[in-house]
């Protein structure tokens, strides 16, 4: 069957991201490398000048300024809420993803003991395993490492009930891969951890962009990201399971809030970019249909990812008709990301990623993405990492043919 992307609404989406303007060397650029960060929607873009424009303040003030900023930052803590189907209370706003990380991990190994456990993973962004490395250092904790299979590269579930043991504490497991795209099964992995008692805590940050998350259904206790992943400002975002988060003994300034989810969110928060946070959610939101916003977020991400899914299809297969290229994905029967890692046989990374951007203006990435422990295993880490093309619901099927047509130029010599 012929694929079409003909239902999606690429030119109002496009029109809607003032970056797609940019041009280099006289041809309109391509920004192929959203798994490092997305473009920003302009909504988002006019919801932090707004509030900048109108006189920006801290919090708990008598005048109107003040009392905005706390509207600003309730209103995005709902917006937050509907994106992952959790409580506001349970929201807390962060540097990034990492910081937030590490707080949490700080604050939870205070009540942890020598000889417990963390169960990490070895297909994950280090963001979600070094936090964790250092609290089981701290503590003397014994980390054990749930590993990939370099071959199908995805993790080798069927090591979950050896790993998950009465002394294990927690476990740290991303929704997907940001350097292969695999999508992982965190609701049969919480599943085994919830029988015994364990907390899962899930990087949902490269998954954000892609698709819809319901935390609840996944088996997430932590949840992290970054709204600069779909398509707003930096901000960090925590969701936390209201028990675990009221438990949480977190680092703080002794004046400062020891209720949820303030607590958490020390020193002042980037007040603008959080202003930025319901823009964002809700340009997903207008690409669907339904009575609220939850509903219209998930119909928008329905949209979003079969639009997606549809150019990655068309890129995996132009990829893969080149001689030389190589292609570091799972199988067509294990979902994923719109995100496609490769190497050419003769080729440095970054040479590829230096041509494509000097001769045809495509913007991608390589490296191995703090992925470092997959591409260690793989064996590419010593060699430049991957070139990483990564899709989002503003790149087309011209730009998917440009690149692949520009690999072909070059390889043609």
């Known amino acids: 069957m012929t694929m079409t992307t003909e239902r999606f609404p690429i030119e109002a989406v496009r029109e809607q991201f003032p970056a797609l303007k940019r041009t280099y060397k006289g041809k309109p650029v391509a920004y192929l490398d959203g798994p490092g960060g997305s473009q920003v929607v302009k909504s988002s873009m006019d919801a932090i000048y707004a509030y900048m424009a109108n006189g920006g303040a801290n919090l708990h003030g008598a005048f109107p300024s003040s009392r905005e900023t ?163 400002p930096h901000v960090g975002i925590a969701v936390i399971r209201k028990p675990i988060f009221e438990a949480l003994d977190v680092y703080k300034l002794a004046p400062a809030p020891s209720f949820i989810p303030d607590k958490l969110e020390t020193g002042t928060q980037n007040h603008e970019g959080i202003a930025g946070i319901k823009p964002a959610i809700e340009f997903i939101a207008g690409l669907g249909a339904g009575d609220s916003l939850y509903e219209q977020i998930r119909s928008g991400y329905a949209l979003l990812e079969d639009y997606e899914n549809k150019l990655a299809e068309k890129l995996r297969k132009g990829l893969g008709e080149i001689d030389g290229v190589t292609l570091y994905q799972a199988d067509e029967h294990v979902p994923k990301t719109p995100t496609i890692a490769f190497r050419i046989a003769g080729y440095e990374p970054r040479d590829i990623c230096s041509r494509l951007c000097e001769e045809y203006s495509i913007f991608i990435a390589d490296g191995d993405f703090y992925a470092s422990t997959l591409a260690e295993k793989i064996g590419v880490r010593e060699h430049g990492g991957w070139i990483r093309a990564g899709l989002a619901p503003y790149n087309t099927e011209e730009e998917v043919e440009r690149l692949i047509d520009g690999l072909k130029q070059i390889l043609a010599g």
């Open 70 to 232: 706390e509207t600003h930052i309730a209103d995005a803590k709902q917006a937050v809420a509907q994106l992952f189907h959790a409580d506001p209370e349970e929201i807390a706003f962060g540097a990034n993803m990492t910081t937030l990380t590490y707080a949490i991990a700080r604050a939870l190994g205070r009540q942890w003991q020598e000889d417990d456990e963390i169960v990490v993973s070895e297909l994950d962004h280090r963001a979600n395993v070094d936090p964790w490395l250092a609290i089981a250092k701290d503590r003397g904790m014994t980390i054990r490492w749930l590993k990939v299979d370099p071959h199908t590269l995805t993790l080798q579930l069927d090591e979950l009930d050896s790993l998950l043991t009465s002394k294990t504490k927690l476990i740290a497991v991303g929704l997907a891969s940001n350097a292969v795209g695999t999508i992982n099964d965190l609701a049969f992995i919480s599943q085994k951890a919830r029988d015994k008692g364990i907390l899962v805590a899930v990087d949902a940050v490269h998954a954000a962009p892609h698709f819809a998350i319901d935390r609840d259904a996944i088996g997430a206790d932590l949840l992290l990201c970054s709204a600069y992943k779909f398509f707003g």
